[in-house]
């Protein structure tokens, strides 16, 4: 589905991704752990398009068609999308005035806002005053709607407490497999700084960036323990040694 191939993007004139190499295959689910500053919230934005983040050199291929140079509306059509760490509040527009810009069924709507605790939600200013917990269901909220072919997912588990974080969890697991029970038809790419998000997603493979580069993979879990068992940088001499 989604195929990066020596992929390097700077901001601001300075580089971050470097020649990075990754495949993402249909009804894949991969998580993404890494340091901070090591690049992975560039590679979501770049994926999406972000004109703040220049592209030097490699390219990015989404169900065979060349990406790269698409802007982020066309990207979102193909059937990307994506869900924000911090995403902006914007005062004088409702969320319900944005979902039905997405989707005009407002029983639908309505069903989905029930679902994720949002329903109270619907008619105050977009993300304003939202805590973080609130944030991370209104942008599921969105993505639910949506139904996009490949998801981005920010640390969908940070600032959120145990309650809601399998609320989100559930719904994402839903989601990914809602065609067929059991059987995933949808993509995704998550990152994560503690793992929670595990304990409620299933994902199939992990990566290990560090400095703008894919380090090494593997099983999610098995990558995680050795993370916080010997650091980044130990599981990855570890495991590129093995």
Same mark, same amino acid.
């Given at each position: 589905?989604?195929?990066?191939? =020596?992929?390097?993007?700077?901001? @601001?004139?300075?580089?971050?991704?470097?020649?990075?190499?990754?495949?993402?295959? /249909?009804? %894949?689910?991969?998580?993404?752990?890494?340091?901070?500053?090591?690049? *992975?919230?560039?590679?979501? $934005?770049?994926?999406?398009?972000?004109?703040?983040?220049?592209?030097?050199?490699?390219?990015?291929?989404?169900?065979?068609?060349?990406?790269?140079?698409?802007?982020?509306?066309?990207?979102?059509?193909?059937?990307?999308?994506?869900?924000? $760490?911090?995403?902006?509040?914007?005062?004088?527009?409702?969320?319900? /005035?944005?979902?039905?810009?997405?989707?005009?069924? &407002?029983?639908?709507? @309505?069903?989905? @806002?029930?679902?994720?605790?949002?329903?109270?939600? #619907? !008619?105050? /200013?977009?993300?304003?005053?939202?805590?973080?917990?609130?944030?991370?269901?209104?942008?599921?909220?969105?993505?639910?709607?949506? *139904?996009?072919?490949? +998801?981005?997912?920010?640390?969908?588990?940070?600032?959120?407490?145990?309650?809601?974080?399998?609320?989100?969890?559930?719904?994402?697991? +839903?989601?990914? *497999?809602?065609?067929?029970?059991?059987?995933?038809?949808?993509?995704?790419?998550?990152?994560? !700084?503690?793992?929670?998000?595990?304990? !409620?997603?299933?994902?199939?493979?992990?990566?290990?960036? #560090? %400095?703008?580069?894919? @380090?090494?993979?593997?099983?999610?879990?098995?990558?995680?323990?050795?993370?916080?068992? =010997?650091?980044? &940088?130990?599981?990855?001499?570890?495991? +590129?040694?093995?």
């Amino acid at each position: 589905m989604l195929k990066i191939e =020596n992929l390097s993007v700077s901001v @601001a004139e300075a580089p971050i991704l470097k020649n990075l190499n990754l495949e993402i295959g /249909d009804g %894949e689910v991969c998580i993404l752990l890494g340091p901070n500053g090591s690049g *992975k919230s560039t590679l979501l $934005q770049t994926i999406m398009g972000s004109g703040k983040y220049r592209i030097d050199g490699g390219g990015i291929t989404f169900d065979g068609r060349d990406i790269t140079n698409l802007p982020t509306n066309e990207r979102v059509g193909l059937g990307i999308s994506m869900s924000f $760490q911090q995403p902006p509040s914007i005062m004088g527009v409702r969320l319900i /005035d944005l979902l039905k810009r997405i989707d005009k069924d &407002e029983k639908k709507i @309505a069903s989905l @806002a029930d679902e994720l605790n949002m329903a109270n939600f #619907l !008619h105050r /200013d977009l993300n304003l005053g939202f805590s973080g917990g609130e944030l991370k269901r209104c942008e599921m909220l969105q993505l639910l709607l949506l *139904k996009p072919k490949l +998801t981005l997912l920010d640390e969908p588990d940070s600032g959120v407490d145990v309650e809601n974080l399998g609320l989100i969890g559930k719904e994402i697991e +839903t989601f990914l *497999k809602e065609e067929k029970p059991r059987v995933r038809e949808r993509s995704g790419l998550i990152i994560t !700084h503690m793992g929670s998000i595990l304990d !409620h997603v299933r994902g199939d493979r992990a990566f290990v960036m #560090l %400095e703008g580069k894919i @380090a090494c993979s593997g099983n999610p879990q098995e990558l995680l323990r050795d993370i916080k068992e =010997n650091g980044y &940088e130990g599981c990855v001499k570890c495991r +590129t040694q093995c």
